[in-house]
């Protein structure tokens, strides 16, 4: 519940005086957990662990409040991070999945925001063992970034943080380590780029990105990958 209204996972407060909107109440099941939620023009995209009506652990929600039933990707396990591009068109979900839209796709995908359907080329192949926790979109480009706790993107040693294109391939420079070097060296909790798109933030455990000492908060420059003096 949240001001003594009853509440399954999701809610809506007047950003004036706090109040709760009590006919703005989504049913996303008993004991739902939603940890993520994003935003494009009217619609707003829950991910966490729940089911209801179909729906599984990633959602729509329609300006109403009510569960949009015929969207319905329905990942296998949890999303802890959703984002959605700057034209509306596609949703990012990341998590702990593995399978998604009855394909085999680990941690991150992309779904088309129209329908649900999962677009199956985008693979950039996470380590299914582990976690995509947060995902980054760059402002003015394609370039989105994965963080999480893996070790392994499809065949190179990638450790907590990855830069894909809007297409689901590595960039192999972003963040700008070697191939063999862990990009960061724990758990990326959190990304956020600032509004031109050439710097991205990150937050988690960590102590260093690369070889350079950074504990829990970093910068990157996007344009090559290096860790910046912030």
């Known amino acids: 519940s949240i001001n003594g209204q009853g509440a399954k996972g999701l809610s809506a407060l007047n950003p004036a005086n706090g109040n709760t909107y009590t006919s703005w109440a989504p049913n996303l099941g008993s004991g739902a957990e939603v940890d993520a939620l994003a935003f494009f023009s009217n619609q707003i995209y829950a991910g966490g662990l729940f089911s209801a009506s179909g729906v599984t652990n990633l959602a729509r929600i329609i300006p109403s409040g009510g569960l949009d039933t015929t969207w319905k990707p329905n990942p296998d396990d949890t999303v802890y991070s959703v984002a959605v591009d700057s034209s509306g068109t596609t949703v990012f979900p990341g998590g702990a999945f593995l399978t998604i839209g009855g394909s085999a796709l680990s941690d991150i995908a992309a779904v088309n925001s129209a329908n649900g359907q999962v677009f199956t080329s985008f693979n950039p192949g996470l380590d299914p063992l582990q976690y995509c926790y947060s995902i980054g979109l760059m402002a003015g480009s394609a370039t989105l970034f994965a ?3 893996f070790q392994a993107v499809g065949v190179r040693n990638q450790g907590n943080l ?15 380590v070697t191939e063999a070097g862990s990009a960061v060296d724990a758990q990326v909790n959190a990304l956020a780029g600032n509004n031109s798109g050439t710097t991205l933030y990150l937050g988690g455990i960590f102590d260093n990105v ?3 000492p950074r504990a829990n908060l970093a910068a990157l420059t996007v344009s090559n990958g290096q860790v910046s003096s912030w």
């Open 147 to 149: 963080g999480g706790s």
């Open 162 to 176: 990855v830069g894909l294109d809007g297409l689901g391939n590595i960039l192999p420079n972003i963040p700008n």
């Open 210 to 212: 690369g070889s350079t």
